[in-house]
């Protein structure tokens, strides 16, 4: 006789603007046939939702859900989520730590560098000019990459530079040790990381310390025409410091996937800029059907009255 399915209370609210909510309805479902999925348009009594699955919800979204049990931010960065008003007290909020996420973001993050390493920018522009211009390649180990952010996505996007040749240096708040990565940690090395970045890849959580920590005066650190690739948080940098830099020649080229405001304004001088490449926040996002089992995984967790897993430290931001 097959065991009975774990019971399970209240139901689980579903918001994103950007998200297909039947895809992940469908998702859930797969995983947690018992579990009761609404729209955030559908819930008629707010005390019944026990769990959210949420990005970048409406301020006051979370103030008559009493019951709340589980937050679940749809996605890996949960800088939309930490320190808003209506949170209820205590609830565990969880990041989605999908493989397919950090496998996305290496991808993406690889072909950026890549693209920047083999001068393709130049290329391209090149062309666009109807000019046969010869540019010898460089050496991969000649190519400095440093990578800021070493977590779980900042890791494996550089272990995977690191592989094609490339001299990686990697930065973090606290140490970190990566196979064949030059790891420093701590704000005193910061400065001299970024003196060394032929290309400079952003990979950090969006905490009150790390915004705007990429200044003009940092982004002045960076050797004249480095390149910029950002895959975090848009707010990480000074957006108008960085325009006039590229509009300069100070910072050669510019692969952005994150902006201060998103949608990127249609009126904004980056997107008429040959050096930048501009994408719509899609470096990395969370696929249902891989990251639902890690979530119906932690609405177990918390109605055996267990702690979930992938946690947030509300008061670290990550």
Known sequence: MADAPERISGALVFYSEFDDYTVWKHALRAQLPQLRVLHASEVADPAGIHYALAWKAPAGFF??????????????????????????????????????????????????????????????????????????PRSPEEIRVAVLGLGELGARAAHELQRQGLTVLGWSRS?????????????????????????????????????????????????????????????LVDQEAMTDLLRSGHIGAATLDVFERE???????????ENVLITPHLASVAIPSSAAKQIADNILRVSRGEAPENQVDPARGY
């Open 63 to 136: 103030d008559r859900m009493v019951n709340l049990r589980l937050i679940v931010n749809l996605g890996a960065g949960v800088d939309a989520l930490v320190g808003r008003a209506d949170l209820p007290a205590g609830v565990p909020i969880t990041r989605i730590t999908d493989p397919q996420m950090a496998r996305m973001m290496a991808a993406y993050v690889l072909f950026a560098v890549l693209r920047h390493a083999r001068d393709i920018p130049y290329f391209e522009q090149a062309q666009r000019r109807g000019e046969w211009a010869y540019r010898h």
């Open 175 to 235: 140490p970190r040790r990566i196979e064949g990565v030059d790891c420093h940690s701590g704000m005193e090395t910061l400065d001299a990381v970024l003196a060394q970045a032929d290309i400079l890849v952003v990979m950090l959580p969006l905490t009150p310390e790390t915004r705007a920590l990429l200044d003009r005066e940092r982004l002045l650190r960076l050797p004249k025409g480095a390149s910029l690739v950002n895959v975090a948080r848009g707010a």
């Open 263 to 273: 949608p990127l304004p249609a009126g904004d001088p980056l997107w008429a800029m």
